[in-house]
């Protein structure tokens, strides 16, 4: 009796049929279908071959100074530019040193890419070859060649080599990345750690991240594992087509925790073309500086919901200006394509051909209105930047204080005190009370007033009448024009709460 229960417990156990002692009738647990994962061997049996490592020797950059202020990188730079930047530490790759020795004149450092011309050309990350002497790319066969470099975009941390193969390269092709979805399976082959050759698999855990690395963030975020040395490297989709490359990951440990940042294959591919035909990007360029718009914006300017790109300034003589572009428009649409948020217009803008000239729609004081703007260069338009225009203009001398604020029309001495730009004309802040709405919007000392109620403001009696216009229109808001710290270069928008 003990033997015939113990075979019984076997049995069941291991999901067999059993006959039980006496010839009793036959007995079954039901058994569950087994679900195989889909195998991706094959899959990256095939890519294998077209992934590099890339070693690099180079100057060693000089030690940053952490005690002194930086600035914010406003200007589109490479992510490494920014030390205030949080996922600066890991877009770094190895630095081979004695551990507490001083930095050695030389570095070498590891990274990933994939050949996508069988001729030798090959993608990786800028950050992973900028400050490179000499560049090695590895192979799967054991190969190793020399590299050069043929032209690199800090703007979305995208770099092109060449090598001289003796023999056609095993080669890849970017897919379309807007195709991608949230769910998807993707796998990321590198070099992590000096491990070349690794393969990791996950999915796409979402779309469109913006992680204040460039101008242009449009990340793809994937849980497939990626650590250093896999920066430059692709990131396939299960049909083998190159989905993104793998640039960044968010740790708290340096090392993988399922939050890794690929730049979408479909960003890529203009830039890598440029890069290859001119060395160097050509983007598209409009010539006007933009903020967001907020909900306080929205409300302020009678929108019915934020949506657009808020136009703070226009650089002179660039394609905005000639094209009727004003401070105070709102773009909703450029060529076609609507600009739902602040952050499309600018990638948009850049992705259109140089010399086009493109439709695009304005919100103008509660009107839409349609102009023609011819696309410029945006290397060409960096250059002017920097440029104004304007005289200055004197405003009879008067103070008001409002909102929790002190405003007076600027004086000569004004100017002076608070070194204020000398084409701008408005009304400068004095004082600002630290519980006040100018104070919750961080307007302070030295601000000027250059526009209220989308008008333009010659002195502080024109912003106190700006205020009660909006109050009698029953606005809960007025859009403030604002030139922060009294420089035309720093030009925003702010809505400030005129009733509760």
């Not at 060693?60 to 920014?82: F, K, Q, Y």
């Not at 009107?367 to 440029?387: C, F, H, I, M, N």
């Not at 601000?447 to 912003?463: K, N, S």
């Not at 720093?490 to 005129?498: D, G, H, P, S, Y």
Request: with cysteine.
């Amino acid at each position: 009796m003990k033997t015939s229960n113990l075979m019984t417990v076997a049995a069941l156990a291991l999901c067999l049929p059993f006959v039980a002692a006496g010839g009793g009738a036959a007995q079954t647990t039901p058994q569950t279908p087994v679900q195989e994962l889909p195998s991706v061997a094959d899959i990256a049996d095939r890519l294998l071959p077209a992934v590099v490592e890339i070693t690099i020797e180079g100057k060693a950059p000089a030690p940053v100074d952490t005690t002194e202020e930086t600035p914010e990188n406003n200007d589109g730079g490479s992510p490494l530019d920014d030390p205030n930047n949080p996922f600066r530490d890991f877009f770094d790759e190895f630095m081979k040193r004695a551990p507490g020795s001083e930095p050695p004149p030389r570095m070498t450092s590891m990274g990933s890419g994939f050949v996508i011309d069988p001729a030798g050309i090959i993608v990786t990350n800028n950050h992973v070859v900028e400050d490179a002497g000499t560049i090695e790319v590895h192979f799967h066969d054991d190969t190793i060649l020399q590299a050069e470099l043929v032209g690199r975009d800090p703007k979305t941390d995208l770099a092109v080599l060449r090598v001289k193969p003796e023999k056609p390269l095993s080669a890849v092709t970017f897919g379309d990345s807007d195709k991608l979805r949230v769910g998807e399976w993707v796998m990321a082959i590198g070099n992590p750690f000096g491990l070349g050759g690794s393969v990791s698999l996950g999915i796409v855990s979402a779309r469109n991240r913006d992680i204040n690395a460039g101008p242009y963030d449009d990340f793809i975020q994937t849980d497939a594992a990626i650590n250093k040395g896999n920066s430059g490297g692709p990131l396939f989709n299960l049909k083998g087509e190159v989905m993104g490359i793998n640039t960044a990951i968010f740790s708290p440990s340096g090392g993988s925790v399922g939050i890794g940042f690929s730049v979408p294959a479909n960003t890529a591919k203009n830039v890598v073309n440029q890069l290859i035909a001119y060395g160097e990007t050509r983007r598209g360029w409009l010539g006007v500086k933009i903020q967001a718009v907020t909900p306080d914006i929205a409300d302020s300017i009678n929108l019915d919901a934020p949506r657009g790109a808020l136009v703070s300034d226009v650089t002179p003589t660039g394609p905005a200006e000639k094209a009727g572009i004003q401070a105070g428009d709102v773009i909703v649409e450029f060529n076609g394509r609507a600009v739902n948020a602040m952050r499309d217009l600018p990638k948009i803008v850049a992705e259109t051909p140089i010399g086009s000239k493109v439709p695009l729609k304005v919100l103008r004081k509660g009107a839409e209105v349609t102009l023609t703007a011819e696309v410029g260069r945006l290397e060409d338009g960096e250059k002017l930047a920097d440029s104004g225009a304007g005289g200055a203009g004197e405003a009879a001398p008067a103070s008001v204080t409002l909102l929790g604020m002190t405003l007076s029309s600027i004086t000569d001495d004004l100017r002076k005190e608070y070194q204020l730009d000398k084409e701008l004309k408005g009304a400068v802040v004095t004082e600002v009370a630290k519980d006040s709405p100018a104070g919750e919007k961080r307007i302070a000392p030295g601000d000027v007033i250059t526009e209220a109620g989308e008008q333009e403001v010659l002195g502080a009696a024109d912003v106190r009448d700006r205020i009660e216009e909006a109050k009698k229109a029953g606005k809960s808001s007025v859009l403030l024009l604002i030139a922060k710290g009294g420089k035309a270069s720093e030009m925003r928008f702010i809505a400030l709460k005129v009733k509760e």
